[in-house]
């Protein structure tokens, strides 16, 4: 079986070899007539959003039963040939060569979820609440949103901070992520800066924090998966959106229809999907996976598989300078002189230069690099190689950005495996 369809395999089989397991697991019911969970709405939320739409007659699904919509193809409706990491919550990354495209297409961006996403998601009705120490508390639909503020499209990269979690030695819990938990579309919203204006951000306020209509995994409607927040010096930059539309379009189902926020730079989970409230603070926010150990690394560098204290931990903001080869795609063969190309971000910086070697590093090849669309977005670079004989190659690519931070060929390793920003490196054959 192709490799593109690996998350076909493993939901089938998994069906397969335990059909009561699989049932529990996926869709939250317990044993054979007992749907509590499922008719609570966590595993419906799950089916529902997997297929695309809600499940009129979904009472009457035999357990063990895989819906035929995932039994196609596509396991992920609407997206092209993502590699699914977990069942539940959902999380699935992008192949490095199918993110070729200089902006990503709806449906090639990565998933990454905390909890079930919610089935009612309907923009025309649609509302988030904007209260906490502001001077006038707003509920605003998505028409007050276009009809109250400027509305503005930017090319934006969400990237989990978990990226590249796979390549730690010894291995750190969570989405083993190679290099496709990154994306760059279109979004098209308001900016977070003129919401937080327009309702009055009082002098004491120093967070934000964000809600979401996500369900927790236990199904406890009053657990929230996940809520974190922004200092409110970076809320208030001109590139944070409440988003409405993904390239043009309606957002895909997994990546937080119909409204959320995107926060380029920082790590994904601050981009909060399913936007339901933000509130202002005087103090650092503390919901879930704002705190302990979750999204923050340790304050000095640590042995492997060292033991640090949670107090010793800070949480992430802005993310490390890092590249990505999308051209060619891994142990291609190629012929002696090959295009190769790819994109370079670095949080709120912009990248300087990107450079190629094939000589495992004993030399560099500048490679043309093209500025930013906007502040926000990465930058797309090519160039020409050359293959001096025939045999195999390694192509590494090592950006450096604006304020000289280079990519590194190894980093500290960290108890959850974030911010893994080492050169991005692909196997070629040359003829």
Request: hydrophobic residues 40%.
């Amino acid at each position: 079986m192709p490799s593109d369809d690996r998350a076909l395999e493993r939901v089938s089989d998994f069906f397969a070899r335990d059909p009561e397991a699989a049932d529990a697991a996926f869709f939250g019911r317990r044993s054979h007539g007992d749907r509590r969970g499922f008719l609570k709405g966590a595993g419906l939320a799950t089916m529902s959003a997997m297929v695309g739409m809600t499940i009129p007659f979904h009472r009457n699904l035999p357990q063990g039963l895989i819906p035929a919509a995932l039994a196609s193809d596509e396991v992920l409706v609407g997206k092209d040939g993502l590699r699914l990491l977990n069942d539940r919550p959902v999380n699935a990354e992008t192949p490095a060569h199918l993110l070729d495209d200089p902006i990503t297409p709806t449906g090639r961006h990565f998933i990454r979820n905390n909890g079930l996403p919610p089935v009612e998601v309907d923009p025309k009705t649609w509302t988030f609440t904007v209260d906490g120490l502001v001077d006038s508390p707003m509920t605003l639909s998505i028409d007050d949103l276009k009809a109250q503020f400027e509305v503005v499209t930017l090319a934006l990269v969400i990237e989990c901070g978990g990226n590249g979690r796979a390549a730690f030695d010894p291995p750190a819990k969570g989405n083993q992520w190679t290099s496709g938990a990154v994306a760059c579309s279109n979004w098209t919203g308001v900016r977070l800066k003129d919401v937080l204006t327009k309702a009055g951000i009082k002098s004491t306020v120093v967070y934000t924090a964000h809600e979401g209509a996500d369900v927790h995994l236990s199904g406890d409607l009053d657990k929230l998966p996940i809520s974190r927040g922004l200092p409110i010096t970076k809320a208030m930059t001109d590139d944070v959106l409440i988003a409405f539309e993904m390239n043009g379009g309606p957002m895909h189902s997994m990546n937080g229809a119909p409204l959320r926020l995107v926060v380029p730079g920082w790590p994904g989970s601050c981009s909060q999907k399913w936007l339901t409230r933000i509130w202002l603070r005087d103090q650092v926010h503390d919901g879930p996976k704002m705190t302990g150990t979750s999204y923050r690394v340790p304050n000095r560098p640590v042995a492997p598989g060292e033991k640090v204290a949670e107090e010793d931990f800070e949480i992430i903001e802005r993310m490390p300078v890092k590249s990505l080869i999308t051209t060619p795609k891994n142990d291609a063969f190629v012929d002696e002189t090959a295009l190769v190309r790819g994109h370079a971000w670095s949080g709120d910086r912009t990248i300087k230069s990107l450079d190629l070697s094939i000589n495992f590093g004993k030399s560099w090849i500048a490679a043309e690099l093209d500025p930013p669309v906007n502040e926000g977005a990465w930058q797309n670079w090519r160039a020409n190689v050359r293959f001096p004989k025939a045999g195999y190659y390694e192509i590494w690519s090592r950006a450096t950005d604006s304020a000289g931070d280079m990519q590194p060929f190894a980093i500290n390793w960290n108890p959850k495996g974030y911010l893994n920003n080492t050169m991005h490196r692909i196997a070629v054959r040359a003829a």
